[in-house]
C-alpha cells in the first residue's frame, strides 16, 4: 500500500486524520455538534449544507483515499447523487453483478429511458475493451471485488478504456477499503462507500461517501447534496469516525479469519465452490494481489444442495449471525437470493459470509456444525 500524506503508512493515517487542532486542554477527538441552525455571516448558514463534526470525518475519509470527501446519509444517496447528475440519454457500463440497490436502480433508469445501460463481465479485459470501445459510455461504475460473487476487475486497464473514450471511471470500494486498496491511485474519477459497512464498522448507522480529486464534480455532488437533503447527522459522522479508528485492526483479524475460513470451506463435502480472491483458484487472483494488498474479508460459497437447504445452513448457526450486510466487527452470513431483487444469475445456493473479528476457529465450528447435516 502507497505511503500516504507526511510519508505516513495508511495504518497510522485512519488513527489521526480528521482531528481537531492540537492546542493546550483541546479535545483529542471532534465534537459531536447537533445543529441544524448555524449563525449567519459564514460560509454556509444551514446544516443540510455542512455539518461541523462531518467536516473531520469527511476530511479523514478524503485523506485516505486520496481525494475530497463528501459524505451522504445512506450509501445509496451517495450513489443517487451521481444517478442524479447524469442527463437523459448518458451512457453507462456496469459490473453485471453489481450491490442490489445500485444494480435495481440502474435498471430503472434505463427502463424509464433515462440512461443506455450495457452490463459487462469485469473480469475479462477483452469484453471490457468492446463494450467501453463500442458503445463510448459517459461512465463505467464499477465494483471490485462484485457483489456477491467477489469477481475481480483490473482497475488500471479499465481507468485507461474509459478515459480514452472520455467516460468517467467511479469505483464502489466498499469491501475493500482504503486499508486494502485505493482507487484512485490506479485511475479512478470517483471513489463510493457504504460507510454503513467496515468503514465504520459496527453494524449501528447508515452511511455512504464520494471521494474525488476533480473540484467541479466535487461543488456539483455537494449542490445535490443540498437539493437531495442527505447529509449525514452529526451523532453518525461521530460514530463512524470513532468507528473508522480501528479500520486497519479490524480489517487484519477479520481478512486472516477469511482466509482460514475460506480454505477449509473449499475442502467442505457440503460447498460446491468457494469465490474468494485470497484463493490461488480464483479467476483474477493475481490481479487481485497487484491493485490490493490483502483479499479482503468478504468471501462467498455455494452450498451443494438445495436452497432451501442453504436457507438451513443460514438459519443453524449460533455464533454466526444470519443477517444482510456486511464490514462488521461480528460475523453475518445469507443466503443472497433470499431477496426477490437480487441478481437472477446469482445462483439459488449462494452463501455470502461477511466475516468478523471473533475466534476463528469458534467460526469454523459454528460454520462446519451447520454444513455437516447437508445430504449430498
Known amino acids: 500500500m502507497a505511503e500516504l500524506e507526511n510519508n505516513q503508512n495508511v495504518e497510522t493515517t485512519v488513527v489521526h486524520a480528521g482531528r481537531p487542532e492540537r492546542i493546550g486542554d483541546g479535545a483529542v477527538n471532534p465534537p459531536i455538534v447537533p445543529t441544524s441552525t448555524q449563525h449567519a455571516g459564514g460560509q454556509y448558514g444551514y446544516a443540510r449544507d455542512w455539518s461541523e463534526t462531518g467536516s473531520y470525518l469527511e476530511e479523514a475519509i478524503g485523506i485516505l483515499e486520496g481525494g475530497t470527501a463528501l459524505i451522504f446519509s445512506s450509501g445509496m444517496s451517495a450513489a443517487s447523487a451521481v444517478f442524479d447528475l447524469w442527463p437523459i440519454g448518458t451512457k453507462v457500463v456496469a459490473s453485471q453483478y453489481s450491490y442490489t440497490g445500485v444494480a435495481v436502480r440502474l435498471k430503472e433508469l434505463a427502463e424509464l429511458g433515462r440512461i443506455e445501460l450495457k452490463?459487462?463481465?469485469?473480469?475479462?479485459?477483452?469484453?471490457?475493451?468492446?463494450?467501453?470501445n463500442a458503445l463510448k459510455p459517459d461512465w463505467v461504475w464499477i465494483e471490485t471485488p462484485t457483489n456477491p460473487m467477489m469477481e475481480i476487475c483490473d482497475l488500471r486497464y479499465t481507468a485507461k478504456l474509459a478515459h480514452q473514450v472520455g467516460a468517467k471511471l467511479l469505483v464502489d470500494n466498499t469491501f475493500m477499503t482504503p486499508i486494502r486498496q485505493r482507487p484512485i491511485e490506479l485511475g479512478a474519477d470517483v471513489v463510493m462507500h457504504s460507510v454503513t459497512k467496515a468503514m465504520s464498522g459496527h453494524s449501528d448507522l447508515l452511511m455512504g461517501a464520494l471521494v474525488t480529486k476533480d473540484q467541479e464534480l466535487v461543488e456539483a455532488l455537494s449542490v445535490r447534496r443540498i437539493l437531495l437533503g442527505s447529509i449525514s447527522s452529526a451523532f453518525?459522522?461521530?460514530l463512524a469516525l470513532r468507528g473508522?479508528?480501528?479500520?486497519?485492526?479490524?480489517m487484519d483479524r477479520a481478512e486472516e479469519n477469511a482466509q482460514i475460513l475460506a480454505e477449509r470451506l473449499q475442502n467442505h463435502p457440503a460447498v460446491k465452490v468457494v469465490h474468494y480472491p485470497g484463493l490461488p483458484s480464483h479467476k483474477n487472483a493475481g490481479v487481485a494481489k497487484d491493485q490490493t494488498s490483502g483479499p479482503g474479508s468478504v468471501l462467498s460459497f455455494e452450498v451443494n444442495g438445495t436452497a432451501t437447504q442453504t436457507d438451513e445452513v443460514c438459519e443453524n448457526v449460533?455464533?454466526?449471525t444470519y443477517a444482510t450486510s456486511l464490514g462488521g466487527v461480528e460475523t453475518l452470513m445469507e443466503r443472497r437470493r433470499r431477496w426477490e431483487k437480487e441478481n437472477e444469475a446469482v445462483p439459488e445456493t449462494l452463501i455470502r459470509l461477511a466475516v468478523g473479528i471473533e475466534n476463528v476457529e469458534d467460526l469454523w465450528r459454528d460454520l462446519k456444525g451447520a454444513?455437516?447435516?447437508?445430504?449430498?
Open 371 to 376: 454444513l455437516d447435516p447437508v445430504k449430498r
Open 318 to 320: 449460533r455464533t454466526i
Open 119 to 132: 452490463l459487462v463481465d469485469v473480469t475479462e479485459n477483452s469484453e471490457l475493451d468492446q463494450v467501453i
Open 236 to 238: 453518525d459522522a461521530y
Open 244 to 250: 473508522l479508528r480501528t479500520l486497519a485492526v479490524r
